[in-house]
Every structure is written in structure tokens, then in C-alpha cells.
């Protein structure tokens, strides 16, 4: 299967939700699924199933006793309260029945494409549910239990023991469990971009964590300004991303590909547009082939417009993954389908027509702050990278 | 976290009204600090800054300054009404202490004794933690109405959602007569939208998250 895309999926996968009208909603996975396929970009990649990962799996970053109570929380078992105090049960993370073991298939899912990519077996991997960037060692946070792109990540290295592993995030919020998971290891460099943590949830990523003692300047963070648009997004993007890596000469790259920047969706209040969710992957795929033979793995993330957003984004995503044409036209069937379910008019378009997102007033002021973010992270963090 | 003692600095660097400048120069250096209690048979007795100092020799290649250095004694040029704080003061106040004096630091004493030293920097750090994202939260900006019990209520609504409240930042000052006053709260959600809706349910203005944010293209 070498220089080939694979495309990790199960429907065990769609059983990582909290139900109800939270706004994680795994129906996000099928509606992107079945637009793939609609429009043909799954002919011929039939899905490779993951198996749960193992409790040892989930060890190499989490605590034990952090996993014994996400698999009591799922057997209904466990003191409410106590559980609260790992951030499970609470309105964010609900608890539901076998929490653990739905939690566990996502993180199983991200280690295969990450062992697909790393062993040869595929050119680029893809699994949309993984991306639960916020899970931290002892708590769940943010709608992520376990920390898939951390587990995946710390199986490689114990694979591959001299491997560097870039990981790239561009979903709306901090990528925070996982950089602190990596946070003095100069063997994974976090990238984080993300609207400024002083408006958004988690309220970290400011430049200035930038990682420490033998992992100083291997967390960069970008924090962008509330209301940030393409132009100045992809202009950040492209600045830093690139001459990050290119520094740190990575031996494969793990993308967070949360689409939750967009201007529609409902949690967070960065203006991008499908544009954005275009631009990054093709980005990300070039650099993976200049840096290290293509190796490149990509995961879903954050994205609560589930209609309009997360399906085009992350089709776009496999589009690039598997070196597809992204087509023009949402397919009739399958707006047919989700149209009828939907609350919002979905798109006819896999592209956003940019005169539906004109720049707004402020979109100078913003332009130059994220420069000067970005400026200073030139100056100060990336000089670090060895 | 909120008392000086929380936020003072323990070892202090000290001199005697009888120190050089030159000696008292080198120890801010070379502790990079830039005050110094004097003390005199245990007992504060005075404050030097290096500022103080150097207002009072001549200016650097001056032919004059190094046999100036050597002649200057603190006592010469320390502070003798010396403002200080106690270990049990609330930060607030020693914040206020130095902003009114304008100055740079408070020696903290307890009786007689010197036990620390709170600087400007270190109400700043103080501020950074009261304010500081140290547990993942969402930022939440809601107007005060001019009246008795605004804040409990909202804390009220808050709990009712079931959310933890992360650090709250409210100002004592109204906008105008009657008029409101501004609450930071950092709550401890990823989605703090369901807060949101029965904050305004009740009345409340919010001013961040900003309304409509992801309702539709512009």
C-alpha cells in the first residue's frame, strides 16, 4: 500500500458522543463519511478498522487511576462527586455507558493511521475522530477523555526510539493536553494555532509557553485574535508552520485538523472559511513530502457545525490526504438526506463563496496584532529549534 | 495567595547606613534587585534603590563618579520614612501603598523584625495568578446592574448550569450613577453557551462572548 492514503474508520468510532443536545455530535463522522463516498472520493480505499487501544496504550500518558475511573464512569459505577474531580460527569463530559471503551476505539483509531504511516504501510493516514487534544493525564477536559494524538505519539516514540514527531493543530482551541504531554521533550514539537486563549477556552497557548528545560522552544504557540479572517489566518499559517518544521526536521507529522475556526461555528469566534480548511492540509501535505519522504497523519478534531462546516472541511481534508480533486458541487443525494434533518439551509457549494464573507471593519487592526504575534515568535521561540 | 506574605519575596538582601554605594550598586547587580532595606543593629532603619544611588553619583565616565562611589554611603541618600507591610496584609492594600507613594517596594515587617520584601513585580505576579488561565475555562463578561446582590446571582445562574466558576474579576467602580459595573468571570466549560442563555433570561447583559457569533455568514 505504499504511496498510498488510508483511511482508518469504524462505526464503533461513532459511538465517542455524550448524546443528547451536546455539541459533540459523532453525527458529524457520518455526514462526512457518507459525503466522501457520495461524491467518490472512497472509491477504491476500503476502511481500515482499528481496534480499541489497550489500557497500557492509554498508560503511556494518563494515569492509571485516571483510566480505572473512565472505565467505572462507563459501568455506572464510582462516587459522582469523586468523579467530578476528573472532570468526568460534568456538563462538558457527560458521562455515558462504556465511555471508556468508545474513548478507547478513538485513541485505537489514531494509533493505527499513525503505525500505518509510520511502518510504511501508507503514504497518509486519515481518522476523523481522533483529535481529543485536550485530555490531560488525569482529567478529562473539553469533550476528550483520552488524549489519542499523545497516546499516538508516545507509542512511536517507544517504536521508533530516536523518531521527532511535529504536531500540528489548527483547531479554534489551544491544543493544551498535548502540548503539556510533550512539554520538556525536544523530541515532539507542538504547534498550536488558535484564537487567543485571554477570549477562548482553554485560556492557554500564549507565546510565551514555549516549552521546558530540554523541550525549551519545541511548543509554539499562535494565538490569533477573535474575528481573525483567511487572508490574515493563512498569511500567520504560513509564516510560522513551514520555518518551524523546516527547523525541526520532523520524521513524520500528526495534524489536528478541528475545524471550529470557521466563521459559523457556534463555540468559538474566529472568521475563517472553507478556504482555510483547504489551504492547511495541501500546506501540510507539501511539507510532509519536502521534510520527511511524506509521512504525514491526520486527525479530526473540534467542529460544532455539523451541518454547513465539519463535512466539507474534513472531506476537503481526505481530498488531500489521498491526492483527490476536491469537486465543486455538494452531491444531490446527500443533500437530499442531510437537508432533511438539518436546521440550517446546507451548502450547494464544497467551497465558500467569499463575497458571503466580506472583511470586516476591524480586519487591519486584527491583521496587525497576529503580525506582531506572529513577529515575536519569530524572534524569540523559533531561534530555539535545533 | 491573596496576603503578602503569599507573594513577598523571604531572603531579603540588606545593608548598613554605613555600605558604600559602590558596595550596595554591586549587590543590586549582582542579585538583580533593585531595592535594598537598611538595617541597623537589626532594625529597619531605612530604604535604598539603586536609582537613589545613581541620581547621586556623577554619570558613568564621569572622571569624578568612581572616587564619588567610594565616598557615598547609604545613609547618606536612603529613605528614612520608610511605608511598610505587614506579613497578614491583604496584597490589595500594599498595592495601593505603592501606588500612592509611588514607589517600588514595601519591607515587610512583623514587630520589630524584617521578614521579606514585597516589590512592584511581585504584586504584578500576584495579579497574573488572580487573572491567569491556571485551570481550562472560557472567558465571560457580563454587565452589573446598580444593585445589591447582582453577583450572587449571577454565581447563582452559573451554579444552576453546573459549572465551576475559575476565577471571577469584578470592579468596585460603576460606570456611571446607577449605572453598571463589569464582571470577568472564567468559567470552567469549553461551551458556555447554555450559561450564557439564562444569564440573558435573567436580564443580564453579556459583552463577551459576543452575541450571535456563529449564527450565519455575515
Redesign the interface.
Known amino acids: 500500500m505504499s504511496g498510498r492514503a488510508a483511511f482508518v474508520h469504524d462505526v464503533a468510532l461513532e459511538e465517542y458522543g455524550f448524546g443528547g443536545d451536546h455539541?459533540f455530535n459523532p453525527v458529524r463522522l457520518r455526514m462526512t463519511i457518507e459525503l466522501c463516498e457520495s461524491l467518490g472520493l472512497l472509491e477504491g480505499y476500503p476502511f481500515v478498522e482499528p481496534a480499541p487501544a489497550m489500557d497500557e496504550d492509554l498508560r503511556t500518558v494518563h494515569y492509571t487511576s485516571y483510566v480505572r475511573r473512565v472505565q467505572q464512569a462507563g459501568r455506572g459505577e464510582g462516587d459522582l462527586e469523586e468523579l467530578k474531580q476528573y472532570g468526568l460527569g460534568?456538563?462538558?463530559n457527560p458521562i455515558f455507558p462504556d465511555v471508556h471503551r468508545a474513548c478507547a476505539h478513538v485513541v485505537g483509531g489514531t494509533l493505527v493511521v499513525a503505525r500505518l504511516v509510520m511502518n510504511g504501510e501508507a503514504e497518509h493516514a486519515l481518522c476523523i475522530s481522533g483529535g481529543l487534544h485536550?485530555a490531560l493525564p488525569s482529567k478529562a477536559?473539553?469533550?476528550c477523555i483520552y488524549n489519542d494524538a499523545a497516546v499516538a505519539i508516545a507509542r512511536l516514540k517507544e517504536e521508533h526510539p530516536s523518531i521527532k514527531v511535529a504536531y500540528v493543530d489548527t483547531d479554534v482551541?489551544h491544543g493544551?493536553g498535548v502540548q503539556w504531554m510533550f512539554y520538556d521533550d525536544p523530541d515532539v514539537l507542538t504547534v498550536s494555532m488558535h484564537e487567543s486563549?485571554?477570549?477562548?477556552?482553554?485560556?492557554?497557548g500564549a507565546v510565551k509557553e514555549d516549552g521546558q528545560r530540554d523541550g525549551h522552544g519545541y511548543s509554539i504557540n499562535l494565538p490569533l485574535e477573535?474575528f481573525t479572517q483567511d487572508d490574515s489566518f493563512i498569511e500567520c499559517f504560513e509564516a510560522v508552520v513551514p520555518e518551524a518544521l523546516r527547523a525541526f526536521e520532523p520524521d513524520l507529522i500528526l495534524s489536528q485538523n478541528g475545524c471550529d475556526a470557521h466563521?459559523?461555528?457556534?463555540?468559538?469566534?474566529v472568521?475563517a472559511t472553507m478556504r482555510v480548511y483547504e489551504h492547511v492540509p495541501r500546506r501540510v501535505h507539501e511539507i510532509a513530502h519536502e521534510l520527511c519522504d511524506g509521512r504525514w497523519v491526520a486527525v479530526g478534531g473540534g467542529g460544532?457545525?455539523i451541518w454547513r462546516v465539519v463535512p466539507r472541511a474534513w472531506t476537503a481534508l481526505w481530498a488531500a490526504v489521498s491526492h483527490q480533486e476536491l469537486p465543486t458541487e455538494m452531491p444531490e443525494d446527500w443533500l437530499e438526506k442531510w437537508g432533511e434533518d438539518s436546521p440550517?439551509k446546507l451548502p450547494f457549494l464544497t467551497r465558500?463563496e467569499p463575497e458571503?464573507?466580506?472583511p470586516?471593519e476591524r480586519a487591519g487592526q486584527i491583521e496587525d496584532r497576529n503580525r506582531r504575534t506572529v513577529e515575536e515568535l519569530l524572534e524569540r521561540v523559533l531561534p530555539l529549534i535545533s | 495567595m491573596l496576603l503578602v506574605r503569599d507573594s513577598m519575596t523571604q531572603e531579603v538582601v540588606t545593608v548598613a547606613p554605613e555600605t558604600t554605594a559602590v558596595e550596595a550598586l554591586a549587590l543590586c547587580r549582582g542579585n538583580r534587585i533593585r531595592h535594598l532595606p537598611v538595617l541597623q543593629g537589626g532594625r529597619l532603619v531605612g530604604v535604598i534603590s539603586d536609582r537613589d544611588l545613581r541620581a547621586a553619583t556623577p554619570a558613568l565616565g564621569d572622571p569624578a563618579r568612581a572616587e564619588a562611589l567610594d565616598l557615598i554611603r547609604v545613609a547618606d541618600e536612603m529613605a528614612r520614612d520608610v511605608a511598610t507591610a505587614r506579613p497578614e496584609d491583604p496584597i490589595e492594600d500594599a498595592a495601593m501603598a505603592m501606588y500612592e507613594r509611588k514607589i517600588g517596594c514595601l519591607p515587610v515587617v512583623d514587630g520589630e523584625d524584617l521578614v521579606g520584601i514585597v516589590t512592584s513585580s511581585d504584586v504584578l505576579r500576584a495579579l497574573v495568578r488572580l487573572v491567569g488561565a491556571h485551570k481550562p475555562g472560557s472567558r465571560l463578561e457580563v454587565a452589573l446592574p446598580g444593585r445589591s446582590g447582582s453577583l450572587a446571582e449571577v454565581t447563582g445562574i452559573i451554579r444552576d448550569e453546573g459549572v465551576d466558576i475559575v476565577s471571577v474579576l469584578a470592579s468596585s467602580e460603576y460606570e456611571d450613577e446607577g449605572g453598571e459595573r463589569v464582571a470577568v468571570l472564567r468559567v470552567g466549560t469549553i461551551d458556555p453557551k447554555d450559561v450564557v442563555d439564562s444569564l440573558s433570561a435573567a436580564g443580564y447583559r453579556i459583552l463577551w462572548p459576543p452575541p450571535g457569533s456563529g449564527t450565519g455568514p455575515a
Open positions: 455539541p460534568t456538563a462538558d485536550h477536559s473539553g469533550f482551541h493544551d486563549g485571554r477570549y477562548l477556552f482553554p485560556g492557554t477573535p466563521a459559523l461555528d457556534p463555540l468559538a469566534h472568521s460544532y457545525d440550517v465558500d458571503d464573507y466580506p470586516i
